[in-house]
Nanobody, 125 residues
Framework: VQLQASGGGLVQAGDSLRLSCVASTRTFTNYAVGWFRQAPGEERKWVAT????????RYADSVKGRFAISRDNAKNTMYLQMNSPKPEDTAVYYC???????????????????WGQGTLVTVSS
């Protein structure tokens, strides 16, 4: 499975931005998918995850209420809608997919088997 993330860029605090990630697989519905981010000098941190059918979503406390994860299985695409971003949201954002992710482990990078190349989001104040 190959994942291609896009949509990053420079955005002002309080605006909005939508990231996309396209998966090259015929079995996209076999995977839960998620977003992580990594700021300079920091470890990669979990942002959000959505189940294979979109029925379950989970968010890190730092983005809850501001970001929304979604997916369109017909297009093999997942999204991260970033509303009211803050300067501390500045990071490289990575999409990830995994076939066997359980709720207790979805925040760990090791739970995901496939990763996109990352897209840089810079939020200016």
């Amino acid at each position: 499975v190959q994942l291609q993330a896009s949509g990053g860029g420079l955005v002002q605090a309080g605006d909005s931005l939508r990231l996309s990630c396209v998966a090259s697989t015929r079995t996209f519905t076999n995977y839960a998918v998620g977003w992580f981010r990594q700021a300079p000098g920091e470890e990669r941190k979990w942002v959000a995850t959505i189940s294979w059918n979109g029925g379950t979503t989970r968010y890190a406390d730092s983005v809850k209420g501001r970001f929304a994860i979604s997916r369109d299985n017909a297009k093999n695409t997942m999204y991260l809608q970033m509303n009211s971003p803050k300067p501390e949201d500045t990071a490289v954002y990575y999409c990830a997919a995994g076939p066997r992710i359980i709720l207790s482990s979805l925040q760990y990078p090791g739970s995901y088997d496939y990763w996109g190349q990352g897209t840089l989001v810079t939020v200016s104040s």
